[in-house]
C-alpha cells in the first residue's frame, strides 16, 4: 500500500531519446509535485498541479511536460534528452492546505548516456 | 520569495552523542518549516514541521527542532545518535504558496 509510487525506478537511456516517468498516489491528495535532485543533492521543484491543474512551472526547459489524467497521477514526459537531465527525479504529493505535508515518491534514477 | 541556508554540509557525530543541524531561513511573510530525512537510496520521509503551533517541534525517531523567530532559525537535534541516524537531512521553508524551498542538505554520518 505504497502512498506515492513512481516508475520505473531506474532509467538509463541515450541522449536524444524521450523518457517517461510515471507517479501515482493514493492519499488522496489534490496536489501533486515533480522535483529533481542533482548530483550535489540540491533539491528544486520542477512542477506542481492541483486537481490536474498547472499552478507551478518553474524555469525549466520546454523539454520536459508534465501530464495529469487525473488528480492521483502525474506523469513526466521528457523529450530529448541531454546529459545534464541526469539527475533523481521525485514525485510527491499533499493535501490541498498549503502548509501540509509534502509526501515524497522513492524517485527515478535517471541517467543519460 | 523564501530560502534556506543549512550549515555544514557534513556533520560526523560519535553513537550516543548529540546531533545538532543547522537550518537558517529567509522569509517575506510567516513560514512553514520542514526538517526531511533522506536515507541512501530512497525518497525524502518528514522528520517534523513547525506551523506556528509551538516553538519546540518533536518528530519521530526522537528529533525535536525550536523555532526561533528572531534569529530566524529552525535547528534540529537529537540528544543521542544512533547509527540508524547515518542519512541526508534537508531543511526546507514555504510560504503557503505550494512550493518547498529546500536547503543544501547535511550529510550525518555516525562512528562507532
Known amino acids: 500500500d505504497t502512498a506515492v509510487s513512481q516508475t520505473p525506478k531506474y532509467l538509463v537511456t541515450q541522449m536524444g531519446n524521450d523518457k517517461s516517468i510515471k507517479c501515482e498516489q493514493n492519499l488522496g491528495h489534490d496536489t501533486m509535485y515533480w522535483y529533481k535532485q542533482d548530483s550535489k543533492k540540491f533539491l528544486k521543484i520542477m512542477f506542481s498541479y492541483n486537481n490536474k491543474e498547472l499552478i507551478i512551472n518553474e524555469t525549466v526547459p520546454n523539454r520536459f511536460s508534465p501530464k495529469s489524467p487525473d488528480k492521483a497521477h502525474l506523469n513526466l514526459h521528457i523529450n530529448s534528452l541531454e546529459l545534464g537531465d541526469s539527475a533523481v527525479y521525485f514525485c510527491?504529493?499533499?493535501?490541498?492546505?498549503?502548509?501540509?505535508?509534502?509526501?515524497f515518491g522513492p524517485g527515478t534514477r535517471l541517467l543519460v548516456l | 520569495a523564501q530560502s534556506v541556508t543549512q550549515l555544514g554540509s557534513h556533520v560526523s557525530v560519535s553513537e550516543g552523542a548529540l546531533v545538532l543541524l543547522r537550518c537558517n531561513y529567509s522569509s517575506s511573510v510567516p513560514p512553514y518549516l520542514f526538517w526531511y530525512v533522506q536515507y541512501p537510496n530512497q525518497g525524502l520521509q518528514l522528520l517534523l514541521k513547525y506551523t506556528s503551533a509551538a516553538t519546540l517541534v518533536k518528530g519521530i525517531n526522537g528529533f525535536e527542532a525550536e523555532f526561533k523567530k528572531s534569529e530566524t532559525s529552525f535547528h534540529l537535534t537529537k540528544p543521542s545518535a544512533h547509527m540508524s541516524d547515518a542519512a541526508e537531512y534537508f531543511c526546507?521553508?514555504?510560504?503557503?504558496?505550494?512550493?518547498?524551498?529546500f536547503g543544501a542538505g547535511t550529510t550525518v554520518t555516525v562512528r562507532a
Open positions: 526546507a521553508v514555504s510560504d503557503g504558496d505550494y512550493k518547498l524551498s
Open positions: 510527491a504529493s499533499s493535501p490541498d492546505r498549503k502548509e501540509e505535508t509534502q509526501y
